[in-house]
């Protein structure tokens, strides 16, 4: 191991966090920035870096996320679960073409008929379970655009499930025949336990159209509706899961990570907010402890 | 009741069908047009009718669908299922400022804590009993944007469900992550069958981001991935609703309602198609004569 400060970069499809990890692994900086792998031209990482370094100094750089998909800079292949720690560091690509920046696999599972992959969140989850954020034995949610459902045993990622919820929701907002109802706030309330409750009881294409209906029969005040929805969506992702009697180790942000904590209290769990950016940067700092590089 | 032929008018969102009926409710001749209410102007209604009396004579105009809704020509309230086809006529509106035309009311209903509503549809389902095409008790499906499951007792719908269905189709291959993926074949076979049996079998929101999974680690072939998709909604939709021994008549075009009769058929139901045409018309048909107008 080489040692000394590094560049941590969580590189995903819109967004991008650079962190500057000391020799310990502690964060002295992070830069957030919309250049997420979406914003890079093909063969325009290379310069991405040497940007980095103007900034940052010439420093050792390790990323993860969809920097190592097909749209990134080089496919980088999953490791399958059951996986730890040390099986990504095994596998830690070099980039090519770049001098000292290594790419972290993604890692994929098959349980029980149904396929699922993950790129930077497996850093997230072990690095919290190495810094002492989260138990060896966990269930990690990590609310987005793609929420992610990850067992932990053992510190292993013994298996995953990936719930569309967020960019649904998002579809719903910007394209749906219900866009035009969904301007209120989406905050816990009333109207999102509602909807929580609902999800539980019937089927979610129709539920989707009742949002529409009850508000035209009066029956939802507009303004509630985007919140309601919300609640039905976070409640039909939630509510499959069992919850109830379990604690649930969130890693997001305040605003819609409250709302699964809401929605994760209203099904009989508990919650507990991981913080993530210490998560990724422990995740990084052992994957590279482990590698050698 | 004047009798002599009219002008059955099938008004929807972003399309509309003019039927030319004779006296005794045959359909002499059918124009499709996009001339749906979207394409419509405030206001520009009664040219439009102007504009079809040019073509088809100074006849009775009867309309029905989205025609009486907020966005339409004037609202019509709805009538609170149960509703027979008599109780359509009761309450059939004049149309403000056009002279000799009526627009059928939607139907409202609250089954459990649901709310839903439809308009146009009504007038299928019990023409198709008017006509003798379906018995007084009988489920209907009318896939399409918006699927309607229609609950009929003795010429009565007593009960039904809207399923956003096609809409979220549309909505994943237009706007989605899987988009990129979607642009296969959609129609029946062993894919389309595969993603109606696992619809039965787990939480949609993790199955629409698993599809990009399967396809990502070769479990699903990309030309595939359209009609597994398609499946899975459908299979979502029709599988919510005990349809194993029973007979589900199809208001449906033979493409989109070959794939509902598929999934109907796998889960273990009986399809049975319906001309939709022929429905209308003898619906609006038994409309006019029971409103005396």
Sequence with gaps: MKGGPCLAI????????VHLLDAGGA????????RGIRAIAPGGFGAEIAALRERFGPLPVIAAGMVGSTRGMQEVPY????????????????????EDMW?????????????????GEEVQALGAVAAG?????ALVCQPGT?????????????????????????????????????????????????????AGQGNLLEQLFGVRAAVLLGDLPRTQAAAFLSGLLIGADAGGRAIAGRTVHLLADRQLGGLYAAAIEALGGVSLFIDSRAAFAAGIHCIRGLSHV
Aim: charged share 20%; hydrophobic share 50%.
């Design 10 to 17: 969580d590189w995903g499809t819109t967004n991008r966090r």
């Design 27 to 34: 964060v002295l900086s992070t830069e957030r920035s919309d």
């Design 79 to 98: 490791v399958p679960a059951p996986a730890d720690i040390a099986a990504l560091a095994a596998v830690l690509a070099p980039a090519a073409g770049v």
């Design 103 to 119: 790419i972290v696999p993604g890692v994929s599972c098959r349980t029980g008929g149904h396929a699922d992959v993950m790129r």
């Design 133 to 137: 954020l989260a138990p060896a034995d």
């Design 146 to 198: 793609h929420n992610k459902w990850i067992e932990l045993r053992a510190g292993r990622i013994t298996g995953f499930a990936t719930a569309m919820t967020g960019e649904l929701f998002a579809l719903l907002r910007d394209h749906s025949i219900l866009a035009e109802m969904l301007d209120g706030p989406i905050e816990d309330g009333p109207a999102f336990r509602a909807g929580v409750a609902a």
